[in-house]
């Protein structure tokens, strides 16, 4: 018996520990990810230098009420002098029109990926974006609404492509190598607002804020060249595989794909506690998410009163840590539950508990930072950095409680979550419209602490890795 235990350990070492063509694929992913939060986020940052700010009708603010400008910087007024008259409600609603989009390919992106795989629905969906990227610039010039339709259009493209690369890592990711993979893949995200913030902040500085838009849509189209030749969805119908590390890999995942069922369970997914746990934290965690996503930028320039290259420098700050923080910590959650030093539900639980209860403390404390940009920007650093974890937490765990069905939950969940990327604008909208003051920011800061505490503490209470009975047939039979 301990001979035969010790197989399994033997072939993950040999076949397991170098590079292969599952971390090419793993890469790749990444990279799209990288292209689709570059894409996503680069609005944020150039409708800060597209509005023309001084056409924006003001409610007179007290003095202890606004920051003073400390940064003396006359070199860039003309960054004040956008062509748009767009006020903090109109802005927030452009903002949130990629996600009426986004939401409503999610589901139907999942199922068909675990159908017929996610190759071709993550490519495809994120080249719609790079196109409509490209169009933005003629878009806003042309029409309002023709800029609604391209970027509900930039959401339905990218819509597809988490339920898409989660039906793909269910193919790719040995149970053993799941954190990690999840983790590396969707970190994506957080290395493409890493980039995007400041490259968009230069670009509209030295440029034009047209240019934000050529640039990263044209990276996209060439980014889909590549996932077209590079990339297939699973080893099974890989042709440059190695036949070692195929069968590494099915060899490992035979066990989970046994009896996967051939019609979705909805009535079970529907009553499943797990799920809904899962769902109310990935739901309030977006809300927090997108509130700083979406809103840092301006928050930075008219409350903090940093100029156009540090507002997005500084902005990109954050996610560099959480993309750091992502993938020093989804190695040490997989590395924690591979020595069972702790069960992976409880793995899980600390995972989800740091990502959202470090950026609700931290916005709390931003909060009550007031007029100190150094204190504001390391509590808004931490809150977002410490986010990083969430892909060992909550996302990691719907692979965990039903592989089979991966794709198809987290379209159902992501559809769910992604109704903050409207709602979050919409409500700071809402709050700090022709009211952008210290005051209004806090009371906003405090409903995103409320939102992520409320969220985690349905996830810690009801939550669960353990695998559920519909996922396979015999258990359902039994």
Known sequence: MDKQSLVPEERERKNGGGLGVRHLVIFMGFLGFANVYAMRVNLSVAIVAMVNNTAIPKENTSASDSCPNLQHNTTHKEQDDGPFDWDEELQGTI?????????????????????????????????????????????????????????????LGEGVTFPAMLAMLARWATPQERSRFTSFTYAGAAFGTVISMPASGYLCDYVGWESVFY??????????????????????????????????IQSSLIECETGKPSSIPWLEIASSPAVWAITATHVTQNFGYYVLLTELPSYMKNILHFDMKSNALLSGVPYLVMWLFSIVSSITVDYIIAKNYLSTTA????????????????????????????????????????????????????????????????????????????????????????????????????????????????????????????NRVQNRIA
């Not at 959202?356 to 950095?385: D, E, Q, R, Y």
């Not at 969220?455 to 209470?461: A, L, S, Y």
Request: neutral net charge.
């Open 95 to 155: 903002l949130g029109m990629f996600f009426y989009g986004y939401v409503l390919t999610q589901v139907p992106g999942g199922r068909l990926a675990e159908l017929f795989g996610g190759k071709w629905l993550f490519g495809i969906g994120i080249l719609v974006t790079a196109v409509f990227t490209l169009l933005t610039p003629l878009a806003a010039k042309h029409s309002l609404y023709l800029l609604y339709a391209v970027r509900i259009i930039e959401g």
């Open 215 to 248: 640039v990263f849509g044209a990276i996209g189209v060439v980014w889909f060249i590549f996932w077209c030749f590079l990339v297939f969805d699973g080893p099974d119908v890989h042709p440059r595989i190695s036949e070692e590390e195929k069968a590494f």
């Open 347 to 470: 793995a899980r639980k600390i995972a989800n508990t740091i990502a959202t209860m470090g950026p609700a403390l931290a916005l709390l404390g931003a909060s009550f930072a007031g007029c100190h940009p150094s204190i504001a920007m390391v509590l808004l650093t931490i809150a977002v950095g410490s986010n990083g974890i969430i892909y060992s937490g909550e996302q990691s765990a719907m692979l965990d409680i039903a592989n089979n069905f991966a794709g198809t939950l987290m379209g159902i969940i992501n559809a769910l979550g992604n109704t903050m990327g409207f709602l979050a604008p919409m409500v700071t909208g809402l709050i700090i419209n022709h009211h952008n003051n210290v005051t209004r920011w806090k009371h906003l800061f405090w409903i995103a602490t409320v939102v992520y505490t409320f969220g985690n503490t349905i996830f810690v209470i009801f939550g669960t890795s353990v695998e559920q009975k519909w």
